[in-house]
């Protein structure tokens, strides 16, 4: 019966899941990213609909500026970027991406 079950496994890549006592052995560097992860996408989004309140609660700018702030470490998580706190994402320009010019205030 041992013959009929397989194990998953990554792909080998330099530096990643080797292990030190048992060289022919990989650890699964992947799956245990994924896995913590998933594990903080609930906490994170019970953040993100404490700050749906309606808007005669609060201001609809602060409520704007707080939803960012909860949403931000869910869309880095799910672009597969880490989240750094304090510091901006931006979005990098592409060739196919044209620059939009910034518009000021309406006069």
Do not use: F, N
């Amino acid at each position: 019966m041992q013959a009929l079950t397989r194990t998953l496994a990554e792909r080998a890549a330099a530096g990643r899941g080797g292990s030190s006592a048992m060289p022919h052995k990989r650890d699964p560097v992947l799956a245990t990213l994924i896995r913590s992860v998933a594990l903080q996408i609930p906490a994170l989004a019970t953040g993100l609909t404490q700050c749906v309140l309606c808007e005669y609660e609060r201001s609809a700018r602060r409520m704007a500026h707080r939803t960012a702030a909860a949403a931000r470490p869910l869309h880095l998580r799910r672009a597969g970027r880490p989240a750094r706190p304090g510091r901006p994402h931006r979005r990098r320009r592409g060739p196919g991406r044209p620059r939009v010019p910034h518009r000021g205030p309406p006069p």
